[in-house]
C-alpha cells in the first residue's frame, strides 16, 4: 500500500468516525427511549407483569387485549370495567380530537393571514401569539384551573361584572370541555401559526395583485390563491395537530381530573367524561392497582388506531396530489 492509498484510506476512516460520532448517541437515545420500550410493552401485554418482581409474572396470552376490548370471564365474573373505561375514554379522546383540531387549524390560518398583511406592530403579535408554546402544560393547567375557579376566577369575576350567574366551568358539562378545549388553544396555537405563516411568505404577492387587478376580493385572494400555495404547510399541521390531539393528557388531568362524573347512577368502570386514554394508561401503569400488562396493551391497541388514522391522512394527501 502506498502513500497515497494510506492517505486516502485515513481521511474515509477519518470521515465515517465523524459520521459515528454524531450518529451513535442519536442511535442509543433512540433504542433506549424507542425500540426497548415498544418491543418490551409488547412483550408485557401478554403477561400479568410483576413490576417488583418480574420473576413471578404469569404468560397469559392474549387476555390483556379482551380485557381491554370486551372484558374478560375471571373464574364466574365477567370483567368489563376495564373495557367500559377503555373505550369511554377513547369516546372522551375522539370527542376532544373531532372539536380542538378544527380549532387548531381554522384559528391558526386566520391568525396567520392576518400577521401576513404586516399591520402595525405585527411581530410583536407574532411573538406574543407564539410564546405560550414554550410554557410547560404543568404551568397552563395551574394557570387555567385559576382562572376557570368558580369562586374566585378572572372568568366568572367577568361574568358577574356584566351581570351574569357563576359558571362551575371544570365541575360540569360542557363548560369543563369547553374550559380544556381554550386551553389547549391558547398553549398551541403558536406553532401552527409560525408554520402557516412562513408558507405564506413564500407565495408570491404579485399573484394577489393580479387577481385583485382583475376584480377578486381580497377573501377569493385568500381562498383561491393563498391556501392552495400552502396546502403542504396546512397538511403538515393537520397531521400533527390530529397525532398531538390523541396523545391529550395534561390538561384534563390537571384541569378537571378527568371529571365531573356522567350524570345519573354511575356503572363500575365509567370514566369521567373528560377522561381520556392516556390518563386510563397511566393510571393502570401507576395506580395502586397497577397493572402494566393490560396498560401495555391498551397502549398497543391505542397506538394501532393512531396509526391508522395517520395512514388514511397520508393515503389522502397523496392522493389529492396526485388528482
Keep these: 500500500m502506498n502513500a497515497k492509498q494510506k492517505l486516502k484510506l485515513k481521511e474515509g476512516a477519518k470521515r465515517y468516525l465523524t459520521v459515528a460520532f454524531f450518529l451513535v448517541p442519536y442511535i442509543v437515545l433512540f433504542a433506549t427511549f424507542f425500540i426497548f420500550p415498544l418491543f418490551f410493552g409488547v412483550y408485557i401485554s401478554f403477561f400479568r407483569y410483576n413490576v417488583f418482581d418480574p420473576s413471578a409474572s404469569k404468560f397469559i396470552g392474549l387476555d390483556n387485549y379482551k380485557l381491554a376490548i370486551s372484558g374478560l370471564t375471571i373464574g364466574t365474573t365477567n370483567v368489563t370495567y376495564y373495557a367500559k373505561m377503555f373505550w369511554g375514554s377513547l369516546k372522551n379522546t375522539l370527542l376532544f380530537v373531532g372539536v380542538s383540531v378544527p380549532l387548531l387549524i381554522i384559528i391558526p390560518i386566520l391568525i396567520a393571514i392576518l400577521i401576513d398583511i404586516q399591520p402595525r406592530f405585527y411581530k410583536i403579535f407574532r411573538v406574543i401569539f407564539f410564546l405560550p408554546t414554550i410554557l410547560s402544560i404543568s404551568a397552563v393547567g395551574i394557570i387555567f384551573k385559576w382562572q376557570f375557579d368558580t369562586q374566585y376566577g378572572f372568568v366568572n369575576g367577568l361574568i358577574r361584572v356584566f351581570g351574569g350567574k357563576e359558571v362551575a366551568w371544570l365541575n360540569s358539562q360542557p363548560y369543563a370541555w369547553i374550559a380544556i378545549i381554550v386551553t389547549t388553544i391558547w398553549w398551541t396555537i403558536g406553532t401552527n401559526t409560525v408554520i402557516i405563516g412562513a408558507g405564506l411568505k413564500e407565495v408570491d404577492k404579485q399573484m394577489y395583485e393580479a387577481a385583485e387587478v382583475?376584480?377578486?376580493?381580497?377573501?377569493?385572494?385568500?381562498?383561491?390563491?393563498?391556501?392552495?400555495?400552502?396546502?403542504?404547510?396546512?397538511?403538515?399541521?393537520?397531521?400533527?395537530?390530529?397525532?398531538?390531539?390523541?396523545?391529550?393528557?395534561?390538561?384534563?388531568?390537571?384541569?378537571t381530573g378527568g371529571g365531573p362524573a356522567p350524570s345519573g347512577t354511575v356503572a363500575a368502570g365509567t370514566p369521567g367524561t373528560t377522561t381520556v386514554v392516556m390518563m386510563v394508561i397511566r393510571g393502570l401503569m401507576t395506580g395502586?392497582?397497577?397493572?402494566?400488562?393490560?396498560?401495555?396493551?391498551?397502549?398497543?391497541?391505542?397506538?394501532?388506531?393512531?396509526?391508522?388514522?395517520?395512514?388514511?391522512?397520508?393515503?389522502?394527501n397523496k392522493y389529492r396530489e396526485k388528482y
Design 288 to 316: 395502586v392497582n397497577r397493572q402494566p400488562g393490560l396498560a401495555a396493551a391498551m397502549s398497543l391497541i391505542f397506538g394501532f388506531f393512531i396509526l391508522i388514522i395517520s395512514l388514511g391522512q397520508a393515503a389522502y
Design 214 to 255: 382583475d376584480g377578486a376580493s381580497y377573501p377569493r385572494v385568500i381562498w383561491s390563491i393563498a391556501l392552495p400555495s400552502i396546502k403542504n404547510q396546512i397538511f403538515i399541521i393537520v397531521f400533527t395537530t390530529v397525532i398531538a390531539s390523541f396523545n391529550i393528557y395534561g390538561q384534563p388531568d390537571i384541569l
